[in-house]
Each structure stands twice: as C-alpha cells, then as structure tokens.
C-alpha cells in the first residue's frame, strides 16, 4: 500500500521573500540612526512559524534570539554562527554549560543568574545582556540595584563582554500615555547606565519602527519580521511596508443552502435572516484558529477564492462556516484563506492582514501566529 498522505486540504505556507523584506524594512527604520543591529526573535518556535522554516528568510539578521535552549540548539544545528542570545538568560544554573558549548549570549535579569555565573568553570568568557527593569516590573534589576550588578559582572572571569538592555511596555501606544511611558523607561535607562562601557539594546518591534533613536545598537525585532503591525489598528502592515510572513490557507468541503431563520453551527448563535450559501471550511479551532472569532456578531474576515466574506457562527473543533451568499462562484474546493495571501504561491495576490483577523477575535496577531497547531503542515516558499 502506498504511504498514507494526509490530504486534509488546510496548509500554512512561510513566505522567505516576505521575511527577507521585513527584515530590510526594519533595517531602513534603524538607518537613520546610524544602523542598529537587528536580533531577529525567534522565541515560541519563530513565532508558530518554526525556526526551521524561518531561517532562510531570516538569516540575513545580525543574530537569532530565542527564549530557551531548545530554539537555541536548533538554530546552531542549522550552521549559524553568529550571535544567539537567550532573552531570559539561564534557567538554571546547568544553562550556562549549553551556553558555553553552544556559545550563547545571555540576559542576566536577577542576581541569582550572577551566582550561578560565578560558580561556572568556563574557559571561554561568555558575553551578557544585563537586564535593567526601567518600568515595566516584569524582569531585571531595578535602577538602584542596576550598578551594583554590572560592577560584580563585569569583575567576573566569567565574563567577556557586559551589554545594557531593557524592555519598553508601551512601545506600540501612540497615545500621550503611551508616548510618555516610552519617555519615563528611556530617562530610567540613560540614568542607570551613564557612564558604564557596552552596548545597548532597547527596541522590540514597535520601538524600532516607531523610535528607532531610542532602540538602542541591538534591536530585537520580532512581530514585524513575521509581517504585521506591532501597533495595529494605529497602523497597518500597508503602513509600514510590511508583508505576510505566513499565509494560512484551506478548502470548502461542503455548501449548504439555507432558508431564512436557520441557524448556523453549535449553540444556534447566528441566525440567517434572509436565504444564505454557507460555505464549510476545513479549518477549525484545534488548528489554532481563534475560537473567540465566533463570538464576534460581525464574524472574522475570510478570503474564498481571492473575494472578501466573513465567519458565520461558532468556529467548531475542525472546521468553521463562512458566507458564500455574494460569491455565487466559489463552492466545493474554492480556496479559502484565512489570513495571508488569498494565492500562497503568488505574492501580488490580495492580503488579508492576520492582525484583521486577531481583532475580530479580540486579541493580537501574536496570539494567532503562535497558536497555530502541531497537525498543520507547513510548506515554505523560496
Ligand atoms: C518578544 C520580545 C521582543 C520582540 O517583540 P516584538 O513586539 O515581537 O517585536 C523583544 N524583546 C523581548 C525581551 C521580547 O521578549
């Protein structure tokens, strides 16, 4: 018997040209101060779109950063040999053997990292990220302690080379709240590291595109190389220049034609109140797509065949409904794109933005990207 091929039509496709050209985009945002180095984050598996199928678009980035040592590993066993760094330093104290033999920089956020540093039997000194809190009071020292902290690291033989990092909460808000905030965390850093030797690293990608001044000689870029807007609906991906990273695609596998008051999908929740084509799509909340879309009364947009439609309904298990009622051309195997490009292989095709999507389903593109599942196939394109 021939080997079982999985035919279920859904399909996530990874762009390398859209990640090549976030990558350039948020380069130019750092030229007009004077060239930042870009981390391209890596962290929750590239974002759910796998390190292994980012790599190729991505490897034009000055270094990978990553949350733990499996993405790490990963991305040394692709043959990078430049700069990884691990955002949330050591785990635990035996962390620091892999960073030796995978030569990994790393953030020290508390000083039980500098302890376990000190005790490390190393002869390569490693190089670190020292982690101030300038607000955002979720990691890092705090700006009384941040002195004392560098003075102990950089005494240690441990120790090769001593960095300066933060994390801005508000760099996506162009509010006067959210402009201040960035204000209040930038005057804490420059106050905290005046006079101290080493580099600096403050932008994610919001503070990059937005103020790519105050973000530092590393940039650590993350949702905009996966092409979309860190500051959605402020601004779009249009806005920026920014293209899809991944296009999520599957099938109708069944049309129903209902009169006026049938319900659609569990719980009866949308009512039809004029005669309707329902289009069924192979694509469900068990492979990440937001259930929550389905709370929506105006649905989530969809794209069948290239045309705009929306959701109908609760999005079920494996599969979720969409409006086929304009669109007398599309029916049983029309393509459906539920974010991305409405043709996967054609690049100038119409966009759905995933951050759309996200918002109908009251939350951000990031959540989207990351929750998709293990039983969708990725395929990438060159
Ligand atoms: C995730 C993360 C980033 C990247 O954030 P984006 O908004 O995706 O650009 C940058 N820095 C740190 C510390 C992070 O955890």
């Known amino acids: 018997m021939a080997d079982l091929n999985n035919s279920r039509p859904i399909l996530a496709t990874i762009h390398s040209d859209a990640l090549r050209s976030n990558l350039a985009r948020v380069r130019l945002a750092t030229q007009t101060s004077g060239d930042a180095l870009v981390w391209a984050v890596i962290k929750a598996n590239a974002y759910g779109h796998g390190v292994g199928h980012v790599f190729e678009g991505l490897r034009g980035a000055d270094g990978f950063a990553c949350l733990d040592l499996t993405e790490a590993q990963a991305i040394r066993n692709m043959g990078w040999r430049g700069p990884v760094l691990l955002l949330e330093g050591a785990f635990n104290a035996r962390d620091l053997e892999w960073c030796s033999r995978l030569n990994l920089w790393h953030v020290i956020h508390t000083e039980q990292q500098i302890d376990w540093l000190a005790a490390h039997k190393t002869n390569e000194p490693q190089r670190v990220f020292l982690k101030l809190n300038s607000g955002m009071n979720r990691l890092g020292f705090a700006p009384a302690q941040y002195r004392a902290a560098y003075v102990r690291l950089t005494a240690l033989p441990q120790v090769a080379e001593v960095s300066h990092l933060t994390h801005f909460s508000d760099a996506d808000n162009a509010s006067a709240q959210g ?190 990207m990351c929750a998709v599942t293990p039983r969708v196939p990725f395929v990438v394109m060159e």
């Open 179 to 368: 402009e201040a905030a960035v204000a209040r965390q930038w005057q804490v850093f420059q106050s905290a590291t005046e006079g101290l030797d080493g580099e600096c690293s403050l932008g994610n990608s919001a503070a990059t595109l937005r103020k790519a001044n105050q973000s530092g000689d590393w940039v650590r870029a993350g949702v905009a190389l996966y092409g979309a807007a860190p500051d959605y609906p402020t601004k779009t991906i249009d806005d920026w220049g920014l293209q899809p990273a991944m296009t999520l695609t599957s099938q109708i596998v069944s049309v129903q034609d209902i009169a006026t008051g049938s319900a659609v999908g569990y719980g009866s929740t949308y009512i039809a109140d004029h005669p309707m084509r329902i289009g069924t799509v192979a694509c469900g909340y068990a492979d990440g797509y937001p259930r929550h879309a389905g709370g929506n009364p105006s649905g989530a947009p969809v794209l069948v065949d290239g045309q705009r439609t929306r959701t109908l309904g609760r999005i079920s298990m494996d599969m979720l409904a969409v409006d086929l009622t304009s669109l007398p051309n599309c029916g049983f195997g029309s393509r459906v794109t539920l974010w991305g490009h409405a043709d996967p292989q054609d690049r100038k095709s119409a966009v759905l933005p995933i951050d759309q999507v996200a918002a109908a389903a009251g939350t951000i593109s990031y959540e989207l």
